[in-house]
């Protein structure tokens, strides 16, 4: 399990810290540079079934976005420049080692977790201040990187560039934080931050899914096409205008809602959707050569 600051236990962080307010676990992890290279997290990038990005920042909070994969003459055209992010979503379903961080927490049930992304950032790099639906946890596992925390639900995303990322502008941040090796940052839902690498190196994130009402309901009416009940008046039928739906008419309505709502169908329907996996599940392991650019002897980082 990760360390825990001192004075704070997985109770303390459960009742005062998780979905409500930041907190920075120093040296969280050690031997966080055996998890995974960049050459492997890079090689990942490069393939189609790896859902990947890459975010060049041109100006202050200007950035072009390419969807992955990434290709070699894309990374060889950026091989000395500053300023560029790649994102590997889902390196838990390629990585043994990185899957197994996911029982480090322990605390926090297992069906709440979603994946493990992993990002890859020269000096300067980052992708704006931004939100998060989910509770995320920062691991810094190379490099050094700065975060800067604002306070939570006190901005709204809107998308400010070309690229259409959805970012925070302005952005005021309340405290800062600059994570070396092993360091941990948990940032709660909603709550606004943005991290710039220091020098070339790689942020972990582990996310923990939080389900929005509209996917909720989504998942439900699946449950009702199932059920396909229908519609009955109510045994006093009250008289109204031949054009009017009468109050007791949408009272029976209502209440034949509320009753299709039982037990067996909301636990199928969030049992459904905190268990969906994020991506279709991939059955064969990636087995081609490393990206040529690693193969000609050139290096990122």
Same mark, same amino acid.
């Given at each position: 399990m990760f360390k825990f600051p001192e004075?704070?236990? @997985?109770?303390d962080f459960i009742a005062n810290?998780?979905?409500h307010k930041p907190l920075l676990f120093g040296q969280a992890l050690t031997d966080c540079q055996s998890i995974i290279s960049v050459t492997e997290l890079l090689e990942l990038a490069t393939h189609e079934e790896v859902e990947s990005r890459l975010i060049v920042e041109q100006s202050h909070h200007d950035y072009e976005v390419h969807d992955g994969p990434v290709t070699a003459q894309q990374l060889e055209q950026l091989a000395n420049k500053k300023n560029w992010t790649i994102l590997v979503q889902s390196v838990n379903l390629w990585s043994e080692s990185v899957a197994s961080l996911v029982n480090t927490i322990n605390f926090i049930p297992n069906w709440r977790y979603d994946d493990i992304m992993i990002s890859y950032s020269t000096t300067n790099g980052g992708v704006g201040p931004h939100t998060d639906h989910y #509770? +995320?946890?920062?691991? !810094? /596992?190379?490099?050094? =990187? =700065?975060?800067?925390v604002g306070e939570k639900n006190q901005y709204r995303e809107k998308p400010i560039s070309s690229s259409g990322l959805k970012l925070i502008e302005p952005f005021t941040a309340t405290s800062e934080h600059v994570l070396e090796v092993g360091d941990m940052l948990y940032v709660p839902p909603e709550t606004p931050h943005e991290g710039i690498s220091i020098s070339n190196g790689m942020t972990l994130s582990i996310g923990f899914r939080?389900?929005?009402?509209t996917e909720f309901s989504m998942m439900l009416g699946e449950q009702f096409i199932?059920?396909?009940?229908?519609?009955?008046?109510?045994?006093?039928?009250?008289? *109204?205008? +031949?054009? @009017? /739906?009468?109050?007791? *008419?949408m009272a029976q309505a209502k209440q034949w809602y /509320? *009753?299709?709502?039982?037990?067996?169908?909301c636990y199928s329907a969030f049992g459904k959707l905190q268990t969906q996996p994020k991506q279709d599940l991939l059955l064969l392991p990636? #087995? @081609?050569? +490393?990206?040529?650019?690693?193969? !000609?002897g050139k290096t990122l980082y």
């Open positions: 004075g704070i236990n @997985e109770h810290y998780w979905q #509770d +995320v946890f920062l691991l !810094q /596992i190379s490099g050094s =990187r =700065r975060w800067r939080s389900p929005s009402l199932a059920n396909n009940s229908h519609y009955s008046d109510p045994c006093e039928t009250e008289l *109204a205008h +031949v054009a @009017e /739906i009468s109050h007791s *008419a /509320i *009753a299709s709502l039982d037990d067996h169908t990636i #087995d @081609e050569p +490393v990206m040529a650019l690693i193969n !000609q």
